[in-house]
């Protein structure tokens, strides 16, 4: 009798589960959110691989349970932080609720003065900065800030690998790279490591110094440069005999996808800090990007899956907030300080502006970023 009983039990949750979800009826009210974004210049496929995440999550959710419409008015800035003034004011004017910003740290920056007279919520799924979301109480980051990451590299590299003796390179071009070799040399220092060198590749003569360096010394390379600066390094370092690990940090892949894409088998073997890992059987969710992206001739990348859970970040806050008619404040409150909200690839949350989520230590193997490990 037991045993029936439960076998009852199954088969009506099973049913349950297949159940379709509750139809919506659009109520044909819609909800204005801005997109400021590369669509044309030098970081153009940056933006169109954020746009597409963000397109493919508005694909599948398209209403709210009111059944209020979510649609976009893009803006582009022409990959210039002058234009990308002009772009945030068109938004402004538009009157949206929220505006997704796919620029990254250097431009952040530049527009931060700007950004402090703009009372709309952001939410940056790229700009890895700490320092964008200071004075700014309207601005969230959705991806790992730089001192997370140092934090991250400099555990991996000690406890997971037991190395003590690295070496650094970054480039000052970069708020980002330049502001992640400061923290992981403090963080790592003071774990107990040991910085044998750290080179700024936007000096004069760089890789001369680079390569007057005894590597004998060091186990692992952590290197804070784009994918064309890489290279140059590569053609030095295979002159050597000796052998190193090389460590890369977030979001260098899909750069390079963009930038050096018939370069990036030069890549494999080497170690990369990712918000992502390759999934043998991806949710759902993740097949529907990456089939998006396919027809649109482009590979997942983490520019598109950051977008999709800003979606899932933007969607929450405007289902609590529908009963204030989205007002800023109500948003904005959701937006920085979230609860546990379910990710394309894992549950992440907000605090203080500041995502709260897994970090993984991928190795590239075949172009894939196959996970060594998870940091939280």
Do not use: W
């Not at 590369?38 to 349970?65: C, E, F, I, R």
């Not at 059987?281 to 977008?307: H, T, W």
């Amino acid at each position: 009798m037991k045993t029936q009983f439960t076998i009852l039990i199954i088969i009506s949750l099973f049913f349950i589960s297949c159940q379709d979800k509750p139809k919506i009826t659009p109520s044909k009210k819609i909800v204005k959110i801005g997109v400021l974004a590369p669509l044309s210049g030098k970081y153009v496929k940056l933006g169109h691989q954020s746009l597409l995440g963000l397109k493919a999550a508005n694909k599948m959710n398209k209403y709210l349970s009111n059944g209020d419409e979510i649609v976009f008015i893009q803006a582009d800035t022409k990959s210039l932080p002058s234009h990308a003034v002009e772009a945030t004011n068109k938004l402004i004017k538009n009157n949206v609720k929220v505006i997704f910003s796919f620029v990254g740290s250097t431009q952040m920056l530049t527009l931060k003065e700007s950004l402090k007279k703009v009372k709309v919520p952001i939410i940056s799924t790229i700009a890895a900065d700490d320092n964008i979301t200071n004075d700014n109480p309207y601005l969230t980051q959705v991806c790992i800030n730089n001192n997370k990451q140092a934090l991250v590299a400099s555990h991996y590299i000690l406890d997971e690998k037991f190395i003590e003796n690295v070496g650094v390179v970054y480039n000052t071009k970069s708020s980002y790279s330049s502001s992640m070799a400061q923290k992981f040399n403090y963080y790592f220092k003071k774990l107990g490591g040991n910085v044998v060198f750290s080179i700024d590749m936007n000096t004069p003569n760089a890789v001369e110094k680079f390569q007057k360096q005894n590597k004998e010394k060091i186990k692992m390379l952590f290197n804070l440069t784009d994918a064309s600066t890489t290279l140059k390094l590569l053609n030095s370092i295979k002159k050597e005999n000796n052998e190193y690990k090389i460590l890369l940090s977030n979001g260098f892949i899909s750069s390079a996808m963009e930038t050096n894409k018939e370069s990036l088998e030069e890549f494999n073997g080497m170690y990369i800090i990712e918000h992502y890992a390759e999934e043998n059987s991806p949710n759902n969710e993740r097949k529907n990007i990456q089939n998006i992206l396919k027809k649109k001739s482009f590979k997942e990348s983490s520019f598109s899956l950051l977008a999709y859970d800003g979606y899932q970040l933007l969607l929450y806050a405007l289902e609590h907030c529908s009963y204030t008619n989205y007002d800023e404040q109500c948003v904005n409150s959701l937006l920085q300080n979230s609860d546990i909200i379910q990710g394309v690839s894992g549950n992440f949350s907000t605090q203080n502006a500041k995502v709260k989520r897994e970090v993984f230590v991928n190795k590239i193997e075949k172009l894939l970023l196959k996970k060594e490990v998870v940091i939280y």
